[in-house]
């Protein structure tokens, strides 16, 4: 066991209301091993009522610390780390000029592996602890990142990317040795010896990945859905309904569904774990599918702003029900900081609320990248909060690291206020140490 005083950020459970923060300006945060051995929360609350509950177990004191649950990343690339930044017109020619040419590298097992060093330590140190990425298609870019993920003890989840057409021909996913399976086939060969190799090991999940309909054949569409009935606990993750030309097209190429969300319903790719990044241009009868589904959206508000996507809306998607959490996107995102993901998703917000009458609370930002991400994941109660059982993936922040930070926060005069401050000015300087659950 284990104890941190400190500030303490985290959320009432979703049945008390949505988004809900907790917050104890003198806390207790007491870790301790479950019975599988893992590092859970034990308990959480005031000094004054918890400090002389646990006498001889260790308190760390970290005093001015905030101590918040670890951000919860919904979607990101991690074969993307150096599209960041990449400008074209729109998503169509910002994948054919940047990102298929640094995807088509991670063929080499030596740069999967350096590459999934990288990413991970970017991620811990912005205080990411729980990630929902693609790979490529390579089979050696999912063994690197999950490798690398097992050793820091991660919850990370990824999988081998789908896509059997209308990409660079090394880019498609490859055929056996000759005469035996096709590229469709292999793929399906390889997602499934993946998910067996590889999901709940330890912290790990495997998702199954079709990059998106417009990249895959309704035989490769038909077989991830497959796999996705007889592996019910896996997660499914996508895109759709990013951009307008990338609408037209996949409604050409799939003109019997009702709709480009639709498509991937039809192929039995939306269930609960089915999570789909941008979902900006839906209509209500895509948000209903969402809904009924239990499909969640990964909401990438700088790559939106970055790449001319669009705005996600919030009103709609509130209207009817369906779930939802926040990603960085990178590369088509610009930052890995759940700060500047978070802002982005504020002015997106904005841009609602000239049109909607809506505005979004600082808790209810952060809650979409911790408590409301892992919700939306399927993960309540088990990452992404700081609430009793919860695994211990925690974040110190320091908001003193900045003059302007320290200034700033210094004149909080409310819980709201004091959020506003650290997602307006925050990032990776913030983050003064990220702590990840460990198991003995
Ligand atoms: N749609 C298909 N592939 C991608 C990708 O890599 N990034 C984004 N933002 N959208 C996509
Ligand atoms: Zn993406």
Not at 204 to 219: E, K, Q
């Amino acid at each position: 066991m284990k104890a941190y005083r400190a500030s303490i950020l985290w959320f009432a459970p979703h049945s008390e209301g949505p988004a809900r923060a907790l917050f104890e300006e003198d806390g207790l945060l007491l870790i301790g091993p479950n019975a599988q051995g893992r590092q859970v929360v034990q308990a959480v609350g005031a000094w004054r009522d918890l400090g002389g509950q646990y006498p001889g177990v260790t308190v760390e004191h970290l005093p001015g610390r905030i101590i918040a649950p670890g951000f919860v990343d919904m979607h990101i690339h991690y074969p993307q780390t150096h599209v960041i930044g990449s400008p074209a017109d729109g998503l169509l020619p910002w994948l054919e000029h940047y990102t298929f040419p640094e995807e088509k590298r991670f063929s080499a097992p030596e740069y999967s592996a350096q590459a999934a060093t990288f990413f991970i330590a970017e991620l811990l140190r912005n205080g990411v602890t729980t990630a929902l990425t693609f790979a490529t298609s390579h089979t050696e870019s999912v063994n690197a990142l999950f490798t690398e993920a097992r050793a820091h003890s991660m919850r990370l989840i990824t999988g081998l990317c789908l896509m059997d057409r209308h990409a660079p021909t090394d880019l498609l996913n490859q055929p056996s040795a000759p005469g035996r399976a096709d590229g469709t086939e292999q793929s399906l060969l390889e997602t499934e010896a993946l998910i067996q190799r590889w999901h709940g090991q330890g912290r790990l999940g495997y998702a199954i990945t079709p990059r998106f309909a417009p990249t895959c054949t309704d035989a490769q569409l038909r077989g991830a859905g497959d796999l996705a009935a007889r592996y019910p606990d896996v997660w499914i993750q996508s895109h759709v309904a990013e951009n307008k030309d990338e609408i037209a097209w996949a409604r050409e190429l799939f003109p019997q569904s009702r709709s480009y969300l639709a498509t991937y319903d039809d192929f039995g790719l939306m269930r609960q774990r089915s999570i789909y990044a941008h979902c900006i241009h839906f209509d209500d009868d895509d948000r209903a599918l969402m809904r009924d589904t239990g499909a969640a959206a990964a909401i990438s508000p700088t790559s939106n702003l970055f790449l001319g996507s669009g705005f996600f809306d919030y009103a709609g998607a509130d209207r009817v029900g369906f779930q939802y959490g926040l990603a960085s996107d990178v590369g088509g995102g610009t930052s890995f900081s759940p700060f500047h993901t978070m802002l982005g998703a504020y002015y997106v917000g904005r841009e609602g609320q000239t049109k909607q009458g809506l505005s979004l609370s600082p808790q209810h930002l952060w809650w979409q990248h911790t408590a409301g991400a892992a919700r939306a994941l399927g993960l309540e109660g088990v990452v992404g909060n700081l609430l009793p059982g919860c695994e211990a993936d925690f974040v110190v922040l320091n908001p003193q690291a900045t003059p302007l930070m320290a200034r700033k926060t210094s004149r909080a005069a409310s819980l709201d206020e004091l959020l506003f401050s650290l997602i307006v000015l925050g990032d990776d300087r913030l983050v003064e140490r990220t702590v990840i659950s460990q198991a003995f």
